[in-house]
């Protein structure tokens, strides 16, 4: 029986609604897992993919509120476990989930944790050999950071007890598992590495699964075991056992007892190892004693009879001899020939000659100088008389003796050279060639 009669006829976006909100009030809350396919990521941060299975197809979205609170890459072909509402997407007529959260499947996603952390601490080198500190030869004291109640504790004691019972050890017991258990761990490094006590840490658990293994999993953990100044062995699990732990440690051991072994060897090993050195030793005395040996002899053989060598040196010693004779007597020579030539050089060079070419010298600029200051003076006495002549030509008492006077007023002494200067009754000082006179202005004229 049709749902709205055989006459009812309504619009595609009508029933694309009607579709919609049956699926949004009957599936508002469904969990699905499948395969992740065709995954999409623009730039607006809303995710598509798709879900699949062995039968079927299921379109999915993911917006980005929901998007920004994942903790995993999402990759094609990861297996999914999602939790969304169904709804249709009205522009393509298709049915979708909408997802609000998402989850690897099963124990896919604590391995799918450990492969991301795993690339994530690679890529900024917690792995590499150079950082990796050497384990001491001969360490004083071991540290262990362990559960105190579990196996790995009573291996390591075991061992140890075995090959070197002389060995201290500290144990900085620790949760090996649960939740809090990866910080208990990181804090135990830290703190035996701000002690200082020890020289080699042993970090580890038993075996056990992923899930109980997971504490060497986390981050805090490797990063502690990274910027740990004493080396760390990690010994965590069974050979086949792997942990994040494993990768930053200095050095990885398959087990807890394994890694008893590394930190000290057997009192047997030891004397194998002292044994092997005091072989080398003798060998490589006895190989230097027997080249001296041979050097000595062929040094002996190379030694000639003593009194030739003396022979020939005494004979060496005659031609040097006869050589040094003939030099010092050609060096005289040349030394007797220096020297008179230097004293022809001398005579000339006289002091008595001299002083007697000086003095002719004297004698001749004495008379020249005496002769430019006679002129001198005479050109200088004629200068000046002519200088005296032409200074009482322009002299103002040659022109006073001429009869001229000079007026000044009586107040500050200025000479009148213009009418303009005179009032009428005004005061005037006339100096004359002998003595001077007052008189007044009565008239002026141009």
């Known amino acids: 029986m049709d749902l709205f009669g055989e ?15 049956v699926l949004e009030e009957n599936f508002s809350h469904v969990w699905v897992e499948g395969e992740l396919s065709n995954l999409s990521q623009p730039a607006s941060g809303h995710l598509y993919f798709t879900l699949k299975d062995s039968g079927a197809m299921l379109r999915c979205v993911m917006f980005r509120s929901s998007a920004k609170a994942l903790r995993l890459r999402l990759e094609d072909g990861m297996a999914l476990v999602v939790r969304g509402r169904l709804s249709v997407y009205d522009q393509r007529g298709e049915y979708q989930l909408i997802c609000e959260y998402l989850e690897p499947r099963g124990a896919g996603a604590l391995q799918l944790a450990f492969m991301q952390l795993k690339e994530k601490l690679a ?30 504790i009573h291996d390591i004691l075991n061992v140890l007890g075995r090959r070197c019972a002389a060995l201290d050890l500290l144990l900085y017991p620790v949760r090996v598992q649960g939740e809090g258990a990866g ?39 490797a990063r502690a075991v990274h910027r740990s100044r004493i080396p760390v062995i990690s010994a965590v699990g069974h050979e086949t056992d792997w942990t994040i732990c ?5 050095l990885r051991a398959p087990t807890p007892s394994a890694a008893a072994e590394l930190v000290c060897a057997s009192s047997q090993q030891l004397q194998q190892q002292l044994d092997s050195l005091q072989h080398r030793l003798l060998q490589t005395i006895q190989g ?3 080249l001296m040996q041979r050097r000595l002899e062929g040094l002996q053989r190379a030694l000639h009879d003593p009194s030739i060598l003396l022979g020939h040196l005494g004979q060496r010693v005659d031609d040097l001899s006869e050589r040094l004779d003939n030099g010092l007597r050609n060096l005289l020579g040349r030394r007797l020939e220096q020297l008179a030539r230097l004293e022809q050089q001398l005579a000339g060079q006289h002091p008595a000659v001299r002083v007697a070419g000086l003095r002719q010298q004297l004698i001749i600029l004495s008379e020249r100088a005496e002769r430019r200051v006679t002129a001198l003076v005479d050109h200088l006495g004629r200068e000046h008389g002519e200088a005296t002549a032409r200074l009482d030509t322009l002299s103002p008492l040659q022109t006073l003796a001429r009869g001229y006077s000079v007026a000044e007023t009586t107040t500050d002494g200025t000479v009148v050279r213009d009418v303009a200067q005179l009032t ?14 007052l008189c007044r202005v009565e008239q002026t004229s141009v």
């Open 424 to 437: 009428r009754g005004q005061q005037l000082r006339l100096r004359l060639t002998r003595g001077q006179a």
């Open 123 to 152: 890529g900024e080198g917690l792995f590499d050999e150079a950082g990796k500190l050497p384990l001491p030869s001969l360490p004083q004291r071991v540290g262990v950071v362990t559960s105190s109640s579990g196996a790995a």
């Open 7 to 21: 006459q009812t006829i309504i619009s595609v976006s009508r029933l694309t609604t009607l579709l919609k909100d």
């Open 183 to 221: 910080a208990e761990i990181a804090r135990a490094i830290d703190d035996l590495n701000r002690l200082k006590t020890v020289d080699v840490l042993i970090v580890g658990r038993g075996g056990g699964s992923l899930e109980d293994l997971w504490a060497f999993n986390e981050e805090t953990v």
């Open 288 to 290: 230097q004693l027997s």
């Open 246 to 250: 494993d990768f930053v440690a200095d």
